[in-house]
């Protein structure tokens, strides 16, 4: 990371990605991603229209995020051993024939193929998202804090775009539509991913004695407190994905409660915009502040946002906490990928980016489903309720963070 990165504008910072890495790997890897939010929400439009039945879209969706959950770990690992050229043109081939597969037998399989085939389908989802960062982190130390800010601003348009362009196909041409642009993207933009030269930066794990012997030269703590805050950033990582998925119920709650029927994705998207904006300048923060500083200082500000949220007496005053709270929400995302990234040793950063990045996968569904069992017990209230508590745990466990990254001679 640079050594003074205040000292440069925020422009030229970024200014620096495109020529590091070219045009061409930043499109690929802003729109190779976009299918990850497209998938389970294609998934859940398509089996509904064509079957008639909720429960058994809202199966095969889970399924899908199931799948992908279990996936992503599984791609990084192997990518990994084998390098990420052949792991992702062996995930485009299999995700195309499975999303294809399940467009083309909606109408006539058994619901139980229909569930194997979504769960295939988010199996074989490639990370582009991670995988990316691994590509960041050997190609750009210079760069790295302001390539990791555009990675997480791409996450946040991604996850406000996804889903908008399944819902304007499905209505417009199909819901088949959507599905297959989504498989159609991942053919041509992952494929493109995959084939960037910039692949050649993540060579196949070395053999185990020299992957030894540089271990030390690269990571700065034990091994045990290696081991630990990886268990922290993957709880950090369940801890966001609960803020955003309850995030949601919290605010579709809201919007139905105030008579605004289903616009509670509006107002989570000026929650994201917000979160976007402060990803970006991100880079403007100077170096002393270090990552668990910044891990801290951003769950107490998501937590702050979200208890304005569920105290706010009409949506003016949801729309200022939303905006609070979404702008500490990027910078957390951010920094806890930053922190993976610290520890990740020589020839493993695939399997800890991927994992990292399915924590949220795995955390969206549980504030999603929990915090809408809350808010039909008990309204945005109690949904807000899980908001605030997921950024409590975010919090708290920043602070775990910061002991063990803390100097020796400082813990002494």
């Known amino acids: 990371m640079s050594a003074d990165t205040s000292a ?39 089996t509904t ?9 809202g199966i095969a969706a889970a399924a899908a995020a199931l799948g992908e959950a279990i996936g992503a770990p599984t791609s990084g690992a192997l990518t990994d051993r084998f390098g990420q050229r052949p792991v992702l043109l062996t995930g485009v081939v299999l995700n195309v024939a499975f999303a294809v597969a399940f467009v083309a037998t909606i109408a006539d399989a058994p619901d139980a193929v229909l569930i194997a085939l979504a769960g295939a389908t ?66 041509v933009f992952v494929t493109q991913f995959a084939l960037h030269p910039s692949a050649r930066f993540t060579a196949p794990r070395m053999d185990p004695a020299s992957e030894a012997a540089s271990d030390e030269a690269v990571v700065p703590v034990s091994a045990a407190a290696r081991r630990t805050i990886g268990a922290l950033v993957l709880g950090g ?49 100077p170096d002393r ?21 569920m105290l706010a007496p009409n949506v003016g005053i949801l729309l200022v906490w939303a905006v609070l709270a979404g702008a500490f929400q990027g910078p957390a995302l951010l920094t806890i990928f930053s922190v993976a990234g610290s520890i990740a040793q020589p020839g493993r950063a695939g399997i800890l ?22 808010a039909a017990e008990g309204g945005s209230t109690a949904a807000f309720g899980l908001v605030v508590t997921a950024a409590g745990v975010l919090a708290a466990l920043g602070v775990g963070v910061g002991v063990l990254t803390r100097p020796r001679s400082t813990r002494a």
């Open 353 to 374: 980016m991927t994992l990292t990045g399915s924590g949220v996968v795995m955390g969206v569904a549980v504030g999603t489903s929990l915090g809408g069992a809350l």
């Open 49 to 57: 229209a064509s079957t008639g039945s909720i429960a058994l879209a």
């Open 122 to 187: 988010g199996l074989s989802l490639p990370q582009v998202g991670p995988l990316s960062r691994v590509r960041w982190m050997a190609m750009s130390h210079d760069d790295l804090s302001a390539a990791f800010a555009f990675e997480g601003v791409t996450d946040e348009v991604v996850y406000i775009v996804g889903p908008a362009l399944v819902g304007i196909l499905a209505v417009t041409v199909s819901p088949e539509a959507a599905l297959l642009s989504a498989a159609a993207l991942i053919a």
């Open 289 to 309: 502040i270090g990552f668990a500083t910044r891990w801290v200082l951003a769950g107490v500000g998501m937590a702050l946002g979200a208890v304005g949220m």
């Open 237 to 285: 990582m369940l801890a966001m994905g609960t803020f955003f998925g309850a995030s949601q119920a919290g605010l579709t709650s809201f919007a139905l409660a105030n008579g605004l029927g289903d616009s509670g994705s509006l107002l989570y998207a000026v929650m994201a915009v917000g979160s976007a904006v402060a990803t970006v300048a991100m880079v403007t923060v």
């Open 8 to 46: 440069r504008s925020a422009l030229a910072v970024y200014r620096a990605l495109p020529a590091r890495a070219g045009w061409g790997y930043l499109v690929a890897t802003s729109l190779g991603r976009l299918p990850l939010s497209m998938m389970p929400l294609a998934i859940l439009t398509l």
